[in-house]
């Protein structure tokens, strides 16, 4: 009768332990609305995470060494349950966290917190400000407003100076796309108002989700933000197109100099000059295996400068050898033609090869 007793005490005990511990799940399943049925990153439940990029700041443009510095304001959102707390008894709805303690507290409860690399840095990020707030329900915003280098690896010089550059802000998760899926932030993405670039107007700013093969060797989410920058062509205009176009007047206004000697020292005076232009210009280029639009022009008013020296001498030497009126005659067609025409067609040749087939 005893041994009946003790064993009816126990299952009573076992039965209260048991409701007790299933209204306490109960209650922390109603306080957090129900989202714990699947833990947050998870292939049944992936992390979703919002990227929003916004450049502030063009710092410089390297086109030797093809990258940019900018000053970025990043700020990422995302959803974890895990993370909720009771606002009641803590006092408040939001907790404030700095990105260390942050990570702390998500670890020690087993929370995924969406770490991401930026995937075309080049430089140390100086990040001069950075916070994260928690909300009650789990709701996370992270801004942090930093300062580095990026890559540039798509500049294409072919029609420098009216090239149109793509610039790139690639954010990339470290986790698989199963894993933490990444949506842009539309709202919080874009080009500052007072980006103090002077070379480049930069513009056509867009976000770009897309999915690249992360660190971890699997498909991982990219949101990239890309703009677009072209030249201020008042520069060149002034300082490159106006001086080779009088340049070019030279050198036909020297057919109605009669002294074939002062013809080839003019010449070779411009021929120095179109050296020096070359070199100006190649100095703000990398070594590119190719030619642009002003390297083409260039090069061919060289050759152009360097066959008009060749003609001039081989007029003198008709003088000299008594034949005189055949050089009159091959004077006055190259001043009509050869000279005109040839330049001619030699910047139709380049506007068409570089500037409209793309």
């Not at 005990?13 to 399943?29: D, F």
């Not at 304001?73 to 709805?93: I, M, N, Y």
């Not at 942050?102 to 430089?123: C, W, Y």
């Given at each position: 009768?005893?041994?009946?007793?003790?064993?009816?005490?126990?299952?009573?005990v076992s039965l209260?332990?048991?409701?007790?511990?299933?209204?306490?799940?109960a209650?922390a399943?109603?306080?957090?609305?129900?989202?714990?049925?699947?833990?947050?990153g998870?292939?049944?439940?992936?992390?979703?995470?919002?990227?929003?990029?916004?450049?502030?700041?063009?710092?410089?443009?390297?086109?030797?060494?093809e990258?940019?510095?900018?000053v970025?304001v990043?700020?990422?959102?995302?959803?974890d349950p895990?993370?909720?707390?009771?606002?009641q008894?803590?006092?408040?709805?939001?907790?404030v966290?700095?990105?260390?303690?942050?990570?702390?507290?998500a670890?020690?409860?087993?929370?995924?917190l969406?770490?991401?690399?930026?995937?075309?840095?080049?430089?140390?990020k100086?990040?001069h400000?950075?916070?994260?707030?928690?909300?009650?329900?789990?709701?996370?915003?992270?801004?942090?407003?930093?300062?580095?280098?990026l890559?540039a690896?798509?500049?294409?010089?072919?029609?420098?100076p009216?090239?149109?550059?793509?610039?790139?802000?690639?954010?990339?998760?470290?986790?698989?796309?199963?894993?933490?899926?990444?949506?842009?932030?539309?709202?919080h993405?874009?080009?500052?108002?007072?980006l103090g670039?002077?070379?480049?107007?930069l513009?056509?700013a867009?976000?770009?989700?897309?999915?690249?093969?992360?660190?971890?060797?699997?498909?991982?989410?990219?949101?990239?933000?890309?703009?677009?920058?072209?030249?201020?062509?008042?520069?060149?205009v002034?300082?490159?197109f106006?001086?080779?176009?009088?340049?070019?007047?030279?050198?036909?206004a020297?057919?109605?100099?009669?002294?074939?000697?002062?013809?080839?020292?003019?010449?070779?005076?411009n021929?120095?000059v179109?050296?020096?232009?070359?070199w100006?210009?190649?100095?703000?280029?990398?070594k590119?295996?190719y030619?642009?639009?002003?390297?083409?022009?260039l090069?061919?008013m060289?050759?152009?400068?360097?066959a008009?020296?060749?003609?001039?001498?081989?007029?003198?030497?008709?003088?000299?050898?008594?034949?005189?009126?055949?050089?009159?005659?091959?004077?006055?067609?190259?001043?009509?033609w050869i000279?005109?025409l040839?330049?001619?067609?030699i910047?139709?040749?380049a506007?068409?090869?570089?500037?409209?087939?793309?």
């Amino acid at each position: 009768m005893t041994m009946i007793v003790y064993r009816a005490i126990c299952l009573l005990v076992s039965l209260t332990c048991l409701v007790l511990v299933m209204g306490g799940q109960a209650q922390a399943q109603n306080a957090l609305g129900g989202r714990l049925d699947a833990l947050a990153g998870t292939p049944e439940n992936p992390l979703q995470v919002g990227i929003g990029i916004r450049i502030d700041q063009i710092t410089s443009v390297d086109q030797k060494a093809e990258n940019y510095g900018a000053v970025v304001v990043l700020r990422v959102e995302w959803t974890d349950p895990a993370l909720a707390f009771d606002q009641q008894a803590l006092g408040r709805d939001i907790r404030v966290f700095n990105p260390p303690a942050l990570a702390d507290h998500a670890a020690s409860i087993g929370a995924v917190l969406p770490a991401f690399v930026i995937h075309n840095q080049q430089s140390n990020k100086w990040i001069h400000e950075s916070a994260a707030s928690l909300r009650y329900d789990g709701r996370v915003v992270y801004v942090e407003k930093s300062n580095l280098t990026l890559q540039a690896p798509h500049f294409d010089f072919r029609k420098y100076p009216f090239d149109t550059q793509d610039f790139f802000f690639e954010v990339v998760s470290i986790f698989p796309s199963e894993y933490v899926s990444y949506y842009p932030l539309e709202d919080h993405s874009g080009l500052g108002d007072m980006l103090g670039e002077e070379e480049w107007v930069l513009g056509n700013a867009r976000v770009e989700a897309s999915t690249v093969p992360g660190l971890s060797g699997q498909d991982s989410d990219q949101i990239a933000l890309v703009f677009e920058g072209s030249r201020h062509l008042t520069y060149y205009v002034i300082r490159v197109f106006l001086p080779m176009l009088v340049l070019i007047t030279v050198g036909w206004a020297l057919f109605f100099l009669d002294e074939y000697r002062r013809r080839i020292e003019i010449a070779g005076g411009n021929l120095l000059v179109f050296v020096a232009f070359n070199w100006a210009i190649s100095a703000d280029l990398p070594k590119l295996g190719y030619l642009t639009f002003l390297d083409f022009v260039l090069q061919c008013m060289f050759l152009m400068t360097g066959a008009l020296i060749v003609f001039n001498v081989a007029l003198r030497k008709l003088k000299v050898s008594g034949r005189e009126e055949a050089a009159r005659k091959l004077d006055n067609y190259a001043i009509k033609w050869i000279y005109p025409l040839g330049y001619a067609a030699i910047v139709g040749y380049a506007v068409f090869a570089y500037l409209l087939i793309p």
